[in-house]
């Protein structure tokens, strides 16, 4: 155990040290608070820099620490016995990971990976417990958190489940102008490759399935991962 904490300690030492004063205040579990009570928590945090792809944790390893993005982009990924990728969810500044430190101790069951050169804040377990004791109002943003993270795992094992791949790409797309993108144009914000996986089918068949999609005149794809939607209600009927 010791010797994963020095692995991970000597990980941190070999990483730029970087200004880590807005991540606290972009981080929801944290931003209600007081001035001066951010102050306090952003005392305790350590800023990591990270490279695109690198490993910020693995599975296995020991979990001690809340990671909350400051900036860039990390994807959150398990891997089965068979060593095929799953893809759980893409993390963006103010996102965090690593919450069940905060209440016992355990070991990731998942990798967390730079898509972009990234800055994370990591705050250990004991300075956590000591702010949720003083301050509960950070508890129930956690739950919050906790409880759209258990609804998103469950709508999308109901997808893999009773979806075909097309009906699924169709929901991800509309829930892409739900998720506060107000024209009709979204941008992709991960690699086909991870699209994939996270809606649990191989590259080739997004391709595919997409293109289908634009030939029924339901969608135009554009370049840069954008696409236009041109029928949200034909795209609800998939």
Same mark, same amino acid.
């Not at 693995?58 to 089965?80: C, E, H, M, P, W």
């Not at 967390?112 to 301050?135: G, H, S, W």
């Not at 797309?173 to 739900?178: P, Q």
């Given at each position: ?39 306090? &928590? ?11 792809? @690198? ?18 982009? *990390? ?47 990591? &705050?250990?377990? #004991? ?30 094992? #109901?997808?893999?489940? #009773? @979806?075909? *791949?097309?009906?699924? &790409? ?30 649990? #089918? ?24 954008? &696409?236009?939607?041109?029928? *949200? ?6």
């Amino acid at each position: 155990m010791k010797e994963i904490e020095n692995k991970e300690s000597q990980q941190a030492c070999n990483h730029t040290i970087g200004s880590h004063k807005s991540c606290i205040s972009l981080v929801p579990i944290f931003n209600h608070l007081e001035s001066e009570q951010m102050d306090e &928590i952003l005392m305790t945090a350590q800023s990591v820099s990270y490279k695109k792809g @690198e490993i910020i944790y693995q599975a296995d390893n020991q979990s001690t620490s809340l990671y909350i993005v400051n900036s860039g982009k *990390v994807r959150i990924f398990r891997l089965s016995e068979s060593g095929k990728e799953q893809l759980v969810r893409i993390l963006n500044p103010g996102d965090f990971t690593g919450e069940y430190a905060l209440f016992s101790e355990s070991t990731h069951e998942s990798f967390a990976e730079a898509m972009v050169d990234t800055a994370v804040c990591m &705050i250990n377990r #004991t300075d956590l417990q000591a702010f949720l004791l003083k301050y509960p109002s950070i508890s129930l943003k956690i739950l919050a958190e906790f409880s759209t993270r258990l609804e998103q795992s469950e709508k999308q094992s #109901t997808w893999f489940a #009773t @979806e075909k *791949v097309e009906t699924r &790409i169709a929901h991800y797309l509309i829930e892409g102008l739900a998720g506060g993108n107000h024209s009709e144009v979204l941008e992709l914000p991960m690699s086909k490759k991870d699209l994939a996986s996270y809606l649990g #089918t191989t590259p080739e068949t997004i391709s595919r399935k997409l293109a289908d999609l634009e030939a029924q005149g339901l969608i135009k794809l554009k370049p840069h991962k954008k &696409i236009e939607i041109i029928d *949200v209600e034909g795209l609800l009927l998939v």
